[in-house]
């Protein structure tokens, strides 16, 4: 693994890779086990978009490695003034042996693996969020014991979450059933990729039915970073893709939920589900940490389990 830019670039064996080297940091770090792979590497950190858990995950997941995880603010830099890619990442490159974005684009994300010579992390694009599906992933196998053959529902917005779901969802063998609005439908080529999985995947419009025996359901915000100025819009198109009361009746009876958060109560989850299984839900922030420690450790550490 060279990059770490979208699922659809990994082999099943990789994901599992990078859900068995989390797993073990956790383990080290739980158990005071010394887990410092990164010692004397620094990582950029860039941020065009807000972020709470991905930030603060990586910083101290940086740290945790022994290494040093540089906080960017994109706006700050001359990135933000026009200064082309190709010029940052060749500078970074000589500074850095490792860089994160968090940005609009998936191609800048791309432009910056093509040009540079460090390994690249996607921190989220408005196409996909890959370092939050996971952790998703590893919450999931924590508390079901596997991956294969369960089945996940995703209901809210075809956006990044939703396309690194399904990728990660049906290459580590699990069912997916994604329910969206007509007029928000995941991403096309990552439609297309679902199709070849036959009837592991469904896409459809209705929570209730798409629910039915689901293990796990995820949702999402209405409205992404980036998409304010349709939120009113949103709020109207988005009604009723909630996980409620009839949709958890619906799936199985152990059934995990998943929110990579930030929540909005009352639109795409409601309160009550969202503390029911509020302990579902910070594991799964809890595993961004690891999830982040495993994809930088792959990518520029010296591990050894
Ligand atoms: N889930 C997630 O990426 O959170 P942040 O936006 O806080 O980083
Ligand atoms: N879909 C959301 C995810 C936030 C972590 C967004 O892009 O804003």
Same mark, same amino acid.
């Given at each position: 693994?060279?990059?770490?830019?979208?699922?659809?670039?990994?082999?099943?064996?990789?994901?599992?890779?990078?859900?068995?080297?989390?797993?073990?940091?956790? %383990?080290?770090?739980?158990?005071?086990?010394?887990?410092? %792979?990164?010692?004397?590497?620094?990582?950029?950190?860039?941020?065009?978009?807000?972020?709470?858990?991905?930030?603060?995950?990586?910083?101290?997941? $940086?740290? &945790?490695?022994?290494? %040093?995880?540089?906080?960017? #603010?994109?706006?700050?830099?001359?990135? $933000?003034?026009?200064?082309?890619?190709?010029?940052?990442?060749?500078?970074?490159?000589?500074?850095?042996?490792?860089?994160?974005? @968090?940005?609009?684009? &998936?191609?800048?994300?791309?432009?910056?693996?093509?040009?540079?010579?460090?390994?690249?992390?996607?921190?989220?694009?408005?196409?996909?969020?890959?370092? &939050?599906?996971?952790?998703?992933? /590893?919450?999931?196998?924590?508390?079901?014991? @596997?991956?294969?053959?369960?089945?996940?529902?995703?209901?809210?917005?075809?956006? #990044?979450?939703?396309?690194?779901?399904?990728?990660?969802?049906?290459?580590?063998?699990?069912?997916?059933?994604?329910?969206?609005?007509?007029?928000? @439908?995941?991403?096309?080529?990552?439609?297309?990729?679902?199709?070849?999985?036959?009837?592991?995947?469904?896409?459809?419009?209705?929570?209730?039915?798409? $629910?039915?025996?689901?293990?796990?359901?995820?949702?999402?915000?209405?409205?992404?970073?980036?998409?304010?100025?349709?939120?009113?819009?949103?709020?109207?198109?988005?009604?009723?893709?909630?996980?409620?009361?009839?949709?958890?009746?619906?799936? #199985?009876?152990?059934?995990?939920? &998943?929110?990579?958060?930030?929540?909005?109560?009352?639109?795409?989850?409601? $309160?009550?589900?969202?503390?029911?299984?509020?302990?579902?839900?910070?594991?799964?922030?809890? #595993?961004? /940490?690891?999830?982040?420690?495993?994809?930088?450790?792959?990518?520029?550490?010296? %591990?050894?389990?």
């Amino acid at each position: 693994m060279e990059h770490f830019l979208k699922l659809g670039d990994l082999s099943t064996e990789e994901i599992y890779g990078l859900l068995d080297i989390a797993a073990d940091l956790k %383990y080290k770090l739980k158990n005071g086990v010394p887990h410092r %792979y990164l010692e004397g590497k620094s990582v950029a950190l860039v941020f065009e978009k807000a972020s709470t858990r991905t930030r603060t995950s990586f910083e101290v997941g $940086a740290y &945790q490695l022994g290494g %040093y995880g540089a906080f960017i #603010n994109g706006k700050d830099t001359q990135i $933000a003034r026009g200064e082309p890619v190709q010029d940052t990442i060749r500078v970074l490159s000589r500074y850095f042996d490792c860089l994160m974005i @968090r940005t609009f684009k &998936q191609s800048f994300v791309e432009d910056l693996a093509k040009y540079g010579t460090i390994p690249i992390i996607n921190g989220l694009t408005d196409y996909c969020h890959p370092t &939050q599906v996971i952790a998703d992933l /590893l919450t999931i196998r924590e508390r079901k014991g @596997r991956l294969e053959d369960l089945k996940m529902c995703y209901i809210g917005d075809g956006n #990044n979450m939703a396309n690194s779901l399904i990728v990660g969802a049906l290459k580590t063998g699990m069912k997916m059933t994604a329910v969206c609005p007509d007029d928000y @439908r995941p991403a096309d080529d990552v439609l297309s990729f679902a199709k070849g999985f036959g009837d592991r995947f469904e896409l459809c419009t209705e929570p209730v039915y798409g $629910a039915e025996k689901a293990d796990v359901l995820v949702t999402d915000v209405w409205t992404s970073m980036g998409e304010e100025a349709e939120t009113e819009k949103r709020k109207i198109a988005f009604k009723g893709y909630q996980i409620n009361d009839k949709v958890i009746d619906a799936a #199985n009876k152990d059934v995990m939920v &998943q929110h990579c958060l930030p929540a909005h109560r009352g639109e795409e989850i409601t $309160a009550e589900v969202f503390e029911a299984h509020a302990d579902e839900i910070f594991d799964e922030a809890e #595993n961004r /940490l690891h999830a982040h420690k495993a994809i930088m450790t792959a990518l520029c550490g010296n %591990y050894v389990k």
